[in-house]
């Protein structure tokens, strides 16, 4: 029988938020190896999670004995196929009621593809609970065991005295990993940090040094006009698809979408100088646009142009008082803005300022200047030929 000391030590911590510990793995880690503490000798335990994301359906933590905490996620087309559907999860999701596998037991039904697995691997018993959330959601968690005979009636008892304190653990993590996934996805991965650490009222800016990217697709009005809406979404999205990429790949931060372009930065912090800056900003640019040095358009690759800034400016919440956003302003921002709109004056694809060429090495011999609206005296353009190197 289990240790019922242990059992209500272990239902109180989880109960009381699982303190000190703050990762999820920790959580799952410390819960199975009460566990086995207590005597209920769990040998697999599978936490399945069904998450708001725009690329993925949802997340499995697995605990094997031995091993410790594994986590994966899943994809949007990870739970269509027949190795899913031929599982109990279905099941439990659509009865909303536990559902157990004796295999030790002869008579036990095999009924689902996974209980084949599981038999070579010496499990004896199986078991999936639902977790319900106060929102009326369902998710799941499974068990397993190797023990002869399988879990006993006090085990059982055990785990579905622990599932009440671990679906309000899940489903504070899943509210907390929702709004993680969702700021990212709307307003990038750093601004949705800074946002959840508690950069929430207007006004609250902080002045950075950034390397400044604007881009939009060239002649788009007059597709636009011309297209139909589906033919439209599809074009813009594509040109999403190439750019955003590579540029969070390179360490960049997508503020903001603008109809047909997008405004993004480059931090400069840490080891990230101005010159790295400024490469991976240039480097970004070139791998959306085919990756060679010299741009080639295709089907997959809508033309586009760029330009490219860099210079302090300030980062933060601005708006109204009840809807803010979270972007970046200043003269920097601004003379970004202008050189996009230059570009077409040195019929250059990719267009940079004079401070960005000097310090990524872009030859600018010859570079005309102009006077751009809003700023005194002429800016040197320098369309980029040649992407530099980091």
């Not at 970046?328 to 960005?356: M, Y």
Request: net charge negative; charged share 25%; glycine share 8%.
């Amino acid at each position: 029988m289990p240790d019922t000391q242990k059992l209500d030590d272990l239902f109180w911590w989880m109960l009381d938020g699982a303190r000190p510990s703050a990762d999820a793995r920790e959580i799952v880690s410390g819960i199975c190896e009460g566990l086995v503490a207590a005597g209920v000798p769990v040998e697999r335990f599978a936490l399945f999670i069904y998450t708001l994301h725009p690329n993925l359906r949802g997340r499995r933590f697995r605990w094997l004995k031995g091993e410790g905490v594994d986590q994966s996620d899943a994809d949007m087309t990870a739970f269509d196929g027949a190795e899913y559907q031929d599982n109990p999860l279905p099941t439990v999701l659509r009865t909303g009621k536990s559902l157990r596998r004796k295999l030790c037991d002869p008579d036990c039904p095999d009924d689902f593809l996974i209980l084949q697995q599981f038999r070579e691997e010496g499990v004896s018993d199986y078991l999936v609970q639902p977790l319900f959330f106060t929102t009326g959601e369902t998710h799941l968690v499974s068990w397993a065991t190797k023990a002869d005979g399988g879990f006993e009636d006090g085990m059982i008892a055990a785990l579905e005295k622990i599932r009440l304190p671990l679906a309000r653990l899940t489903e504070t993590y899943m509210l907390r990993l929702n709004a993680a996934n969702l700021l990212s996805a709307y307003v990038g991965r750093d601004s949705g940090n800074r946002i959840l650490s508690g950069r929430v009222h207007r006004g609250d800016i902080e002045e950075i040094s950034a390397c400044v990217v604007f881009a939009d697709l060239i002649a788009f009005t007059r597709f636009s006009n011309d297209a139909t809406a589906a033919e439209v979404l599809a074009r813009l999205n594509l040109f999403y698809d190439c750019l955003v990429p590579p540029i969070v790949e390179r360490g960049g931060e997508i503020l903001k979408f603008m109809g047909d372009g997008l405004l993004a930065i480059f931090p400069i912090a840490g080891e990230i100088d101005e010159r790295t800056a400024c490469v991976q900003a240039l480097e970004a640019l070139s791998a959306a646009s085919g990756g060679g040095s010299e741009p080639v358009f295709s089907e997959k690759v809508p033309p586009f142009r760029a330009a490219v800034h860099i210079g302090p400016l300030q980062y933060g919440n601005i708006g109204a008082s009840d809807r803010l956003d979270f972007t970046a302003i200043g003269p920097t921002v601004n003379l970004a803005a202008r050189l996009l709109a230059s570009a077409v004056l040195v019929d250059g694809q990719t267009v940079i300022s004079e401070q960005v060429a000097e310090l990524a090495g872009v030859p600018k011999d010859g570079a005309p200047s102009f006077e751009l609206k809003g700023f005194e005296g002429s800016q040197v353009i320098v369309p980029v030929r040649t992407m530099p190197k980091s």
